[in-house]
């Protein structure tokens, strides 16, 4: 091969008709998604990937080696799933062995490092698996270097297609999933998508593959109703992703350490930053420890154990979605199929996902590590869509529950998204439950119980909204400054309780907005006004269910519970530590009774 130059705008367009090529074919590669579970998202997380590269190479390069540094920065920013973190470190593979070419614009450059990047993609993974994307990845590159006598990428890369094209086919007799289920690869599939894109492009020059992206640029994260008969239960539920930056170890360093947490470990690693992919069963436990090597940017956690439940034994018709505000056992949540939209913590440069990357208790000390105040935020609009996309496909309906309009941003945003629904056969209802916490929970309880009997979405719909009323919080609130600075109570109400050093019992009025209800000059006088409110209750209704919550206060709940119990004749329905969330806002020590009143009729 002779030392024949790119044309470095030749290449961006290249790398962009890749990547439009394979945004084009995310449906397909959703429907064959088996391996290494079948969640039906392979096409959707590598379609987000490009369109991340899409975007962060609009500007104008100047050179291959600017061109591929584009495209290794944006790979590491967007990479979403296995395929997509394989991808990411390939990129940036290449980019890093063309710096140590000396003609870094020559063909023969730019197809030694196509070649010396398969090592560093086998070493992202923990566990290699031929049959699957890093196969044809192989295949290609060393078709590429093969090939060293045909001149020019325009006639080098359709040969090395046709080995790649191939080495995919064949995917299919090299694992046994594949085979039981007569499909590609998703992840292999969808790199040999890109390079097909990427060699018409040189091969056509300047005719542009005609694009599915929408007018806004965005793309529709859809995922597939098909589901493959022998796929089984995944060994870890969450899949995790987390973007760090400022990256203090090497790849094999974090791939070591990170081996214990769970399995599909892939590591990419370039200039300080690094993309991790993990499916485990402690996404907290995974951010805590990176939290120490570098500065998490962005974090995913998928639940793939729900969504396996949902697509092999759905429970009902109706999906039931709430948000992480609302406090329901992790268990209770997963045995009845209840969707949740999870809040974003913002504690200094890092954002965690409630519940999942962070629980309360890991809050507080955090919280009192850093100097700043943490923050809160809805769901973001494209989580929201995300799970609608989901949603669409396995349900009719879609019943969702929110935190109180007066106390979050949640369900407006909800209510946006659902307004952009395309699918005119799903109906969606969007609920504002004037509740939070334990009181949300138990009214996701109730209309997880109407669905559960069988009653139309309709009839649903309005006992949720006719029963909403009849939930109850008290919190005993040990320190006000957390509601004060979160504004879930009146400034100028809270500081005259804080001169006067009272314990406040703070409620949400029948709008959810919250409010001081009593006072005591102590925890214990506060407790007792709590109970003498829960038995003035009781004398005039029943109480249905309960559930005794805490933040950080085992032992104060533990007695709570025992003395109502005694008082009630019944054990609460659950008790637990409140969501991140939550105890933002009621701060450390508080101790709170939701309760359920039974009225005639319902």
């Known amino acids: 091969m002779n030392s024949q130059s790119i044309d470095y705008k030749e290449l961006l367009f290249a790398f962009q008709q890749g990547a439009i090529q394979l945004i084009n074919g995310k449906q397909e590669l959703n429907q064959i998604n088996v391996f290494p579970v079948s969640d039906g998202d392979t096409g959707s997380n590598l379609a987000s990937l490009m369109q991340t590269i899409l975007e962060e190479t609009k500007d104008e390069a100047f050179s291959v080696e600017d061109v591929l540094e584009k495209i290794a920065d944006a790979s590491l920013i967007g990479a979403r799933g296995n395929s997509g973190i394989i991808f990411a470190q390939y990129f ?98 969808g790199f040999y998508i890109f390079i097909e894109g990427f060699t018409q492009a040189f091969v056509n020059k300047q005719t542009a593959i005609k694009s599915n992206i929408d007018s806004n640029g965005s793309i529709k994260l859809e995922v597939s109703e098909a589901l493959h008969p022998n796929t089984s239960e995944p060994k870890f539920r969450y899949c995790t992703e987390v973007l760090l930056d400022q990256v203090t170890l090497s790849k094999e360093e974090i791939l070591e350490e990170l081996n214990a947490y769970g399995d599909s470990l892939i590591v990419a690693v370039n200039r300080k930053k690094a993309r991790i992919h993990i499916h485990s069963n402690q996404p907290d436990q995974v951010l805590s420890y990176l939290s120490t090597i570098g500065q998490p940017v962005q974090q995913k956690a998928d639940d793939m154990l ?42 200094g440069n890092t954002s965690y996902i409630d519940k999942i990357t962070i629980q309360s208790h890991q809050f507080f000390k955090l919280d009192k590590n850093h100097s700043g105040r943490a923050t809160s935020s809805q769901p973001t609009l494209k989580t929201v869509e995300n799970l609608f996309s989901f949603l669409e496909t396995k ?10 309009g007066k106390l979050s941003g949640t369900l407006h945003t909800v209510k946006e998204v659902a307004k952009r629904v395309t699918s005119a056969g799903t109906r969606i209802e969007v609920i504002d439950s004037k509740q939070n916490s334990a009181a949300q929970g138990l009214l996701i309880m109730r209309a997880n119980e109407w669905i559960q009997s069988g009653l139309s979405f309709d009839e ?30 009146p400034q100028f109400v809270g500081k005259i309780a804080k001169k006067i050093n009272v314990k406040p019992v703070v409620s949400l009025n029948e709008e959810g907005e919250g409010k001081l209800s009593n006072f005591a000059f102590s925890l214990e006088g506060n407790e007792k006004k709590i109970i003498h409110e829960l038995k003035k209750i009781t004398e005039k209704n029943k109480i249905k269910r309960y559930a005794v919550i805490h933040a950080n206060a085992e032992e104060r709940a533990i007695s709570w519970k025992n003395k109502l119990t005694k008082q009630f004749g019944f054990e609460p329905n659950f008790m637990m530590a409140i969501s991140t969330v939550v105890a933002m806002s009621a701060g450390q020590g508080s101790v709170a009774v939701a309760i359920e009143i039974e009225e005639s009729g319902n």
């Open 306 to 347: 729900l969504q396996y439940q949902v697509n092999t034994h759905k429970k009902s018709s109706i999906a039931l979605v709430t948000d992480s505000v609302a406090d329901l056992p992790a268990e209770y949540v997963l045995n009845n199929q209840i969707h949740v939209l999870p809040m974003n913590i913002l504690i």
């Open 92 to 189: 940036n593979g290449i980019y890093n062995n063309l710096l140590l070419q000396e003609e870094k614009n020559s063909v023969t450059s730019f197809v030694k490092s196509v070649k010396l990047a398969i090592s560093e993609a086998y070493q992202a993974i923990s566990n290699p698996v031929e049959g699957t994307i890093i196969t044809v990845i192989r295949t290609w590159a060393e078709a590429l270097n093969e090939n060293e006598q045909v001149h020019g990428l325009e006639k080098l890369l359709p040969k090395a297609l046709i080995e790649a094209e191939h080495a995919l086919k064949n995917t299919t007799k090299q694992l046994k999933v594949l085979q039981r289920n007569q499909v590609v690869d998703a992840g292999a599939k």
């Open 460 to 489: 649903i719909v309005a006992k949720v909204k006719k029963k909403r009323s009849q939930f109850k919080i008290l919190v005993s609130v040990d320190n006000l400054d957390p509601m004060i600075d979160s504004g879930r109570i």
């Open 395 to 404: 349900y009719e309906a879609i019943l969702v529950i929110t935190v109180a």
